[in-house]
């Protein structure tokens, strides 16, 4: 008669709500809700976890060899059916580690690897970069400004109209994000649409942001940050599923009674 | 290559050999290899109990002298595939949540938990009847106080 005990590795999900993590308003953490999804993944315990699993594997290799040299010395001190009950018993309670020191060491062996190889380069990384206070190109229209105050130009006597707006800064709100952006108009660098959207980044701008993009509701900076957020997370997600896929899809151990 | 990384690729050894069929036996080795077999067994036992200081409270609480942490499995996030993988938030250690675990790794290291508790137990019950056999009565009973400890008890115990 034998105990058995089992493991069934289940099923993993694709994070489909990837696309629809938002911009988060807020003092701290500014920016998008990919801070709070690293806090929550606990990298140092699956470090810490990982290497007392690898541990509690390398203690039943030990017993694995020792069952292994004095199972061969049992067999040649004793005989008859009552020996051959005990060897084979052994045997049984042999096999049964031999299967929880495989499995043990594997997902022990995972889960080390994410918590110390994988996870600090995700919870260190700083994501988006770009100059602060840029502005879309379509909101860039030379010194088209639709300022409607008059604007004195002193450089009139030149003959050039090289502005149209009184003000060198200009206040926007954008309602997407918590940014007022104030920007005299000429210093500014110009973001383009076209550029983002067809970059590595294009795929982690979802609908709705390319429509506030174009209605002038969604800064540059937060567009990009958000994306680029998407994208390291979507880059973490690739790497737990590696993980899973690592792990052995199912363990069971048959040990022999112990009544 | 770790021998259980091995084990886990080719499935491990499967040799072993088989007890003659004539009636002598070796008291002497055969109460050998069941002390060495209770020695190894016993090298599991600080992964077994934490260790209680005089006054009756853990000692594993102090710094450096914990044995494994077994009770600590790492989230791996609140979003798929992260909650997919291990420990849903709010799950053994919120004490206000008493939330399922939910992950792959919570479930293996039920598993492991069992199956460690198991292999005590069996490997306990072995080197007594081991020992019974060559009327060795005082390591028969070493043996079975080993079967009773818990795999491990958690802090608030």
């Known amino acids: 008669m034998t105990k058995q005990t089992a493991w069934y590795k289940n099923g993993i999900r694709p994070d489909d709500a990837l696309l629809e993590m938002r911009f988060a308003l807020g003092y701290e953490k500014r920016g998008n809700e990919y801070h709070a999804r690293i806090e929550s993944i606990e990298g140092e315990i699956a470090g810490t976890s990982g290497r007392a699993l690898i541990s509690i594997a390398d203690t039943l290799v030990e017993t694995v060899s020792t069952v292994t040299a004095r199972g061969q010395e049992l067999a040649d001190a004793w005989g008859g059916d009552a020996a051959k009950e005990a060897v084979r018993e052994l045997g049984v309670l042999r096999k049964a580690v031999i299967e929880l020191a495989a499995a043990v060491g594997t997902v022990g062996e995972g889960i080390r690897w994410f918590g110390e190889e994988v996870y600090p380069c995700f919870a260190d990384a700083s994501v988006g970069s770009l100059i602060e206070d840029p502005i879309w190109d379509h909101e860039f229209g030379g010194n088209n400004c639709d300022c409607s105050l008059l604007y004195a130009n002193p450089l009139s006597w030149t003959g050039f109209d090289s502005a149209t707006c009184i003000r060198q800064e200009h206040e926007y709100y954008y309602e997407h994000s918590d940014r007022w952006i104030t920007h005299p108009r000429d210093a500014i660098p110009v973001v383009n649409r076209e550029d983002l959207y067809s970059s590595e980044l294009g795929p982690f701008v979802n609908e709705t942001e390319r429509q506030a993009i174009e209605d002038r509701r969604l800064d540059p900076l937060t567009a990009y940050k958000t994306a680029a957020a998407r994208r390291q997370m979507d880059r973490l997600n690739g790497y737990l599923e590696e993980l899973h896929g690592f792990l052995p899809a199912k363990a069971i151990c048959h040990f022999p009674d112990d009544a | ?157």
């Open chain 2, 1 to 157: 290559m770790p021998e259980w990384r091995a084990w886990a690729l080719d499935g491990g050894p499967t040799s072993w050999p088989e007890a003659l069929d004539s009636l002598e036996i070796d008291r002497s080795a055969v109460r050998d290899v069941a002390r060495a077999l209770l020695a190894d067994l016993e090298a599991y036992t600080p992964l077994r109990v934490w260790p209680r200081s005089e006054d009756g409270y853990l000692a594993g609480l102090e710094e450096g002298a914990e044995p494994a942490r077994l009770l600590d499995m790492p989230r791996f996030g609140e979003f798929p595939p992260g909650i997919d993988l291990g420990n849903f938030p709010g799950g053994p250690r919120n004490d206000f949540n008493d939330f399922a675990n939910i992950g792959a790794v919570n479930h293996f290291h039920d598993f492991m938990v069992l199956s460690l508790e198991q292999f005590f137990k069996s490997y306990a019950s072995y080197i007594a009847r081991l020992a019974q056999s060559v009327e060795e009565y005082e390591l028969a009973e070493e043996a079975s106080t080993l079967s009773d400890l818990e795999v491990i008890q958690k802090d608030d115990e």
